[in-house]
């Protein structure tokens, strides 16, 4: 990093830690404002008093690094534009981070020293996975997403773009905020199995249980999952019609229903066994739940398209909505 980086590294770290505009003296000595007037801290101890505390991210559960890849993926070629978080006018290194994150749900800090303290810790590069933060330098000033491989996906340097690059030397920091792919696939398959729930007692109490867990037995996916998602999508109002038509307890557009073979999607039978079915495909195809969402509220296509959870704003707010009726429903 050159010394314009540097200096841009500087600026960004005063504007999180409230300080004016400030230069160094040889002495080290912090140098605010204009009036020249000199603190009593450097700037490496005003640093190190500013990130005492750990940062733990919002985390959306079910989400796997391979997911979070996938996000960062769809934002290849995005030009470096330094505190940019906006995909369309460009990122920087933490904004890329931070994007690919919120696309999955996960609320990480902004800047990259807070980055670097997200999560939980990885020892050595030997026991990365891919989704975790690459952190560089001492003080923190460069993140990138790790791909495996010795690859990671970062928006370098101005007058460069967002793509994927070896691992040039060793992070500083690696921090884990999603669990590895293999025990997420593994979690998920063992979630949308019958087993994973007891019987109707399970859904004690919600509406129409009885047809979640006939319905989530007959697919192979979890009773409490269809309860959770009519609970978002309805309200257990088998009646609902959303602006855009779609229907009943599960909200299937009319389109949709046909294909699923659900010829009246305002019984609630019909309904929750349509829904069932839909999210069954969609849990296969994606092995993914936060995936599965998106694609149930947006479609596949659109999953698909984005490689990952749509930047839709309807879209980034259902799913974890749906992740958190499923945890109030204990699933």
């Known amino acids: 990093m050159g010394v314009s980086g540097v200096l841009s590294r500087i600026q960004e770290l005063q504007s999180q830690l409230g300080l004016n505009p400030m230069s160094v003296d040889p002495n080290n000595t912090v140098v605010n404002g204009s009036a020249g007037a000199k603190g009593d801290k450097t700037f490496a101890s005003m640093l190190a008093g500013a990130t005492d505390s750990p940062l733990v991210p919002t985390a959306g559960g079910g989400t796997s690094g391979g997911d979070v890849v996938a996000a960062a993926k769809k934002y290849l070629g995005t030009p470096y534009v330094f505190g940019s978080t906006d995909p369309a006018k460009g990122l920087d290194c933490s904004g890329l981070v931070q994007r690919a994150y919120g696309d999955m749900g996960i609320q990480l800090p902004r800047n990259s020293w807070q980055q670097a303290k997200a999560g939980q810790p990885v020892a050595s590069m030997a026991e990365a996975k891919p989704g975790d933060i690459l952190a560089f330098d001492s003080p923190v000033d460069h993140v990138g997403i790790y791909l495996g491989n010795n690859q990671m996906i970062a928006a370098p340097k101005p007058g460069d773009h967002v793509k ?22 593994a979690q998920n398959l063992a979630s949308v199995r019958p087993a994973a729930l007891s019987g109707s007692g399970a859904l004690a109490g919600v509406p129409y249980g009885d047809l979640f867990v006939k319905a989530g037995t007959k ?113």
């Open 164 to 185: 994927i690059q070896k691992v040039y030397e060793t992070p500083t920091h690696i921090r884990r905020v999603v669990t590895d792919t293999a025990a997420v696939a």
């Open 219 to 331: 697919y192979g996916i979890s009773p409490k999952l269809l309860a959770a998602v009519a609970k978002v999508e309805s309200g257990y109002n088998p009646q609902a019609v959303s602006k855009v038509g779609a229907r009943g307890l599960m909200q299937l557009m009319p389109s949709t229903a046909k294909g699923l073979g659900v010829d009246n999607a305002f019984d609630p039978e019909q309904a929750i066994f349509g829904g069932a079915k839909l999210l069954a495909h969609n849990l296969r195809e994606f092995k993914s739940l936060p995936l599965a969402l998106a694609a149930y509220n947006a479609g596949g296509g659109a999953v698909k398209k984005y490689g990952g959870i749509p930047p839709f704003a309807e879209t980034q707010a259902y799913v974890p909505k749906v992740q958190k009726a499923l945890a109030a429903l204990g699933g």
